[in-house]
């Protein structure tokens, strides 16, 4: 974490205190345990209140301010719109005041409170075939809710699209290149995948795509799943579950679905959900992964250019969350080693994916 990060968030508790007084809430808080997954510079705090009850509360100085609250309020009008569905309960909701999302800016830090919400099992490391056909289909479900209120809820003023553009103008400008950790070589990789991720977003439409809430960074960290049904019996009842709750909204975007995939490849993967940080891209071309595309696409339809856009999210992420702002959202020691990883194995094996198998399971 730079200097500036550790200064900001040497009062993390306090501001979050702040915060909470701020709000106005009648309850005080009489206890705060750090929840934080010491991955990103976020800080996450469970606060117990004075009736008994709990409140989550997010310090965070990534990005803007004025961002963090206009995707909140994004957040909050899907929790809204999915009220009456199957997922009226799954999404952690954002506190609020006259129905619009609170949050407490204080010049340097910003602060939003969030329901606790219950949590059940988490669906194990390495999943068995019948889990992965059961959680394709649960994600396939969600993501067809999200996409049915998505006309509802405004768009961000942030895109991919706009987002490429920003970071290959910062690559090419030798001034602004300077603040990446990279040298020229290095830089060139970036500016020409940067480049090759915009020239596809023009070839397959990606201006006219319908766009919906998606929360991308699916791991077994963040969400969890019913209880298994006591009656159920047979080899699959560990595949017998729905999606019960989820948290953690770090990455969230209005966006084409295919955004989450690959991290769903990543739950789905021979390798499982692994606290090694890692950005390979192997999960999505793994035999696993395609299993998943295929209950998926039963469910919720994808087309071939579903799944071109695919392999351009997984770059897009490598080159806007880990490259071109992972020195402000990862950890310092994990944002260098992940940087060059980027440049020298990530962004190349893009180059080198076979997805012939995932366009044989939506067009076969």
């Known amino acids: 974490m730079a200097t500036e990060d550790i200064q900001n968030f040497a009062g993390s508790p306090e501001r979050a205190k702040v915060a909470w007084n701020a709000y106005g809430d009648p309850r005080s808080i009489v206890a705060m345990d750090e929840v934080s997954t010491f991955v990103s510079t976020n800080h996450v705090y469970r606060c117990s209140l004075s009736d008994g009850s709990a409140v989550i509360a997010k310090v965070s100085s990534y990005g803007s301010y004025f961002l963090f609250r206009e995707d909140h309020d994004r957040l909050h009008a899907c929790h809204r719109l999915l009220g009456g569905t199957r997922h009226a309960r799954l ?26 919400v219950p949590r059940a099992r988490s669906l194990p490391k390495i999943l068995s075939e019948a889990q992965i056909t059961t959680f ?3 994600i396939a479900l969600f993501h067809r809710a999200c996409a049915d209120v998505a006309p509802k809820i405004p768009l961000t003023s942030t895109s991919v699209k706009a987002d490429a553009i920003h970071l290959l103008d910062l690559v090419t400008n030798p001034r602004s290149a300077k603040r990446f950790v990279l040298n020229a070589a290095q830089l060139a990789v970036v500016a020409k995948h940067t480049y090759d991720f915009l020239v596809h977003l023009d070839d397959l439409r990606y201006d006219y795509w319908p766009k919906m809430p998606v929360l991308i960074d699916w791991n077994l960290g963040n969400f969890s799943i019913t209880p298994p049904d006591p009656e159920a019996t047979g080899p699959d009842e560990d595949a017998n579950f729905r999606l019960f709750s989820r948290w953690d909204y770090d990455w969230f975007r209005i966006e084409p679905r295919m955004m989450d995939f690959y991290f769903l490849s990543r739950v ?15 999960t999505l071309v793994e035999p696993r992964f395609v299993h998943f ?15 071109a ?18 020195d402000r959202f990862f950890r310092d020691d994990l944002w260098k080693r992940l940087q060059k990883e980027a440049v020298s194995i990530y962004l190349p094996a893009v180059e080198r994916l076979d997805i012939s198998p995932l366009l044989d399971a939506v067009t076969t």
């Open 136 to 138: 394709a289909q649960e």
């Open 91 to 116: 999404l952690a909701d954002v506190l609020t005041v006259d129905d619009r999302p609170f949050t407490h800016y204080d010049g340097q830090t910003w602060v939003v409170f969030y329901d606790e």
């Open 309 to 326: 856009f695919t392999v351009e999210a997984y770059r897009f992420f490598i080159l806007h969350y880990v490259i071109g702002n992972g």
């Open 293 to 307: 595309v295929k209950a998926y696409h039963r469910i919720f339809p994808l087309r071939a250019d579903d799944i």
């Open 268 to 282: 789905s993967s021979s390798t499982g959900d692994r606290t090694h940080f890692t950005y390979s891209p192997h």
